[in-house]
C-alpha cells in the first residue's frame, strides 16, 4: 500500500492541523450521483455519506472532530473503491513526501511498498527537507525511481526533468510514443 500523500494536496498537517480542502458543491454532488445512476441504491447512499462526511470535515469546530471526519472519509472512499471494481493504479509518483508523525498513520508504514514509484523530491527543500524523503526511501521496492533535484521545494519541469518522467511512465502506457 503506498503512502498517503501527505503534502500540500489535501490531509491535514499533524502539527497545525491545517485542513486545506476545497468542500464539494451541491453540483459535483449531484453529477457524482448521476455517474451512479446505474449502480445499486446501496451505493448512492453510500456516496451520500460519503459527501455528508466530507462537508463535516470542512466545517467541524474541533481539530479533533475533524481528523476523525478525515479518517472516515478516507475509510469511505477506500470502501467505494474496492466495492466498485476501481481500476488498478499501476504506478504512482510522489513529490516532497514525508513520513506522518500521527500514531494513527504507524500501520501504513509497517511494510514494504511494492508499486512502482517515482519519488521527486528537491535537495534544497525548505519546506519539507530532503532528509525527510530520504527516510522513506527503504520503504519502496525496486522499481523505485527517485530523481532528485537541486532546487527547493517545486516540481522540476526543465528538459531532464521531463525526460525522466516520460522514461518512468512509458512502461506503463499501452501505446507509448
Known amino acids: 500500500m503506498a503512502p498517503i500523500r501527505a503534502t500540500a494536496g489535501g490531509f491535514p498537517n499533524p502539527t497545525t492541523h491545517s485542513m486545506p480542502v476545497k468542500t464539494p458543491t451541491s453540483s459535483e454532488v449531484s453529477m457524482s450521483l448521476s455517474a451512479l445512476s446505474k449502480r445499486p441504491s446501496s451505493h ?96 519502496y521496492v525496486a522499481p523505485q525511481t527517485t530523481l532528485v533535484h537541486p532546487g527547493g521545494h517545486f516540481i522540476p519541469t526543465n528538459a531532464a526533468a521531463k525526460d525522466a518522467y516520460r522514461a518512468f511512465i512509458a512502461p506503463f502506457l499501452s501505446n507509448p510514443k
Open 44 to 139: 448512492r447512499v453510500r456516496l451520500m455519506e460519503f459527501w455528508r462526511l466530507a462537508r463535516a470535515r470542512r466545517s467541524s469546530p474541533s481539530c479533533k472532530s475533524s481528523w476523525n471526519n478525515t479518517l472516515k472519509v478516507s475509510i469511505f472512499a477506500v470502501r467505494l473503491l474496492v466495492e466498485w471494481d476501481a481500476p488498478v493504479v499501476k504506478f504512482a509518483i510522489l513529490v516532497a513526501t514525508f513520513k506522518s508523525r500521527s500514531s494513527l498513520h504507524a500501520p501504513l508504514y509497517s511494510g514494504v511498498i511494492q508499486m512502482p514509484t517515482l519519488l521527486v523530491y528537491g535537495e534544497d527543500d525548505k519546506v519539507i527537507p530532503a532528509e525527510m524523503t530520504k527516510d522513506l526511501l527503504p520503504m
